[in-house]
Structures are given as structure tokens and as C-alpha cells.
């Protein structure tokens, strides 16, 4: 997450509040707020640790105020992340994955759209797309988890990279049965199946003209890029 000083300073005053902490342990606390990640003030040989925040810890600073509504951020292991930007090819894309799910998987499944999931106690990431096993409270009872979730989609226009890098394995090692990429500038969606503490084991990708399967239903390439 990129800050400023005056950010970087309610961070602080934050965390010493709500843990009791002082200056010199708050620099190990949120070494991630500063360029380098170290406390100016410390004379040491050691290399500074970074902190990760907990979902806990993330969801305290929504309710204090540190991180507000309009505020365009997720957890992705521990860091808070300024997400990109969304263009309108991004929102034409998501737009038309959510109606072909919501009308082929009526019954079947509850599709989120760009909806909190909590993956572990270290990421709450928020996919374009995730489908879900329908549940009568439509999971306003607590988020969903990864047992919940069939299938996590991120359309990613210049964000490609960190989404093939970092969310995806995140995914994996989450235990999510299956996420796809839809690469709008490459115009190629990249599957991957088979979660394991690795990341996961199989995976595929299909240009125009393709097919995807997903919990029974069939949508092209051609439909999801239009």
C-alpha cells in the first residue's frame, strides 16, 4: 500500500492505541508503512521484518476510520494493496461474467462481484467474479471462505502480471477448486485447477474460439471477452 507521512503517522498512533505498544516496537509492527521497511530511529544489524496484517487487524482499521469506504484496497497476504483503476473494457468484461453466470447457474450458485472472500487470516482479496456455493443468507452471516467458493475469476487489463504472480497462488494455497484469468490485452483467459500448498497443479489456457466448463455449464471466450 502506498502512503503518505501523514497515513503513515495515523498508522502508528493506530496500532500503539489499540495494542499497547511502543515507538520502537511499532517500527517492527508496520515496518511495510516506511520506504525499506525500517524504523529510522533503531541502531541494528538485523534485517527489519515487515509486518502482516491479520484480517483482524484490517477490519480495525475500517471501523476506526484508518481505511474508509471509497478506499480501493484489499489483503493479499498480509499487505494492504491499492487495487488498479478500473477502465471500461474491465467493467464491460465483468459486467457480461456476471450475467452468464447468474442466468446458467440460476439455482445453482450465488455469484459475487468484486465482493470480499477471506482466503486465510492474512488475505481478504476482493476477485472480479467469484462464484459460490449458494447459501439461504447469501452469506451475510460471515464472508465466504474457501471451501465456499467453486470458482475465483480476476479480469485483468494491465494488472495481468500480479494477478499470475500473487493472487492466484494465493488462491491455490487457499484451497479454491479453480480460478481463471481473463487477460483483456492478450484476449486469452489462463485456467488453473488442482489447489495444493504449492499453488496449483494444472493449468491450461484457451484464446477465441474456446470453451470453458464450470459446474456444469459451458461459456465461450467469445462471450466472456464479447
Known amino acids: 500500500m502506498s502512503v503518505t507521512e501523514y497515513e503513515r ?10 495494542n499497547g505498544v511502543g515507538e520502537p516496537e511499532m517500527a517492527h509492527a508496520v515496518g511495510a508503512a516506511r520506504p525499506g521497511g525500517a524504523y529510522r530511529g533503531a541502531m541494528t544489524s538485523a534485517a527489519p521484518e515487515r509486518h502482516r496484517f491479520t484480517v483482524e487487524e484490517y477490519h480495525r482499521m475500517a471501523e476506526t476510520g484508518l481505511l474508509g469506504e471509497d478506499d480501493r484496497v484489499e489483503l493479499v497476504e498480509g499487505e494492504i494493496i491499492d487495487m488498479a483503476p478500473i477502465g471500461s473494457r474491465h467493467n464491460a468484461c465483468v459486467a457480461r461474467l456476471n450475467e452468464l453466470f447468474v442466468t446458467r447457474l440460476a439455482g445453482r450458485a450465488t455469484v459475487f462481484v468484486q465482493s470480499s472472500v477471506r482466503m486465510s487470516e492474512l488475505s481478504e482479496p476482493e476477485p472480479d467474479i467469484a ?3 449458494p447459501r439461504p443468507d447469501f452469506y451475510a452471516g460471515a464472508l465466504p471462505g474457501p471451501a465456499a ?3 475465483v475469476v480476476e479480469v485483468a487489463d494491465t494488472t495481468a502480471g500480479w494477478d499470475r504472480g500473487v493472487k492466484i497462488p494465493m488462491y491455490g494455497r487457499a484451497g479454491v477448486a479453480e480460478a481463471w484469468v481473463v487477460d483483456l490485452s492478450a484476449e486469452v483467459i489462463d485456467i488453473w485447477a488442482q489447489p495444493g500448498h504449492e499453488g496449483y497443479a494444472v493449468t491450461a489456457r484457451t484464446a477465441r474460439g474456446g470453451e470453458l466448463h464450470v459446474e456444469g455449464i459451458t461459456v465461450t471466450v467469445d462471450e466472456i471477452l464479447g
Open 9 to 18: 503517522h495515523q498508522i502508528f498512533q493506530w496500532y500503539k492505541e489499540v
Open 149 to 151: 467458493v467453486l470458482l
Open 131 to 133: 462464484v459460490l456455493v
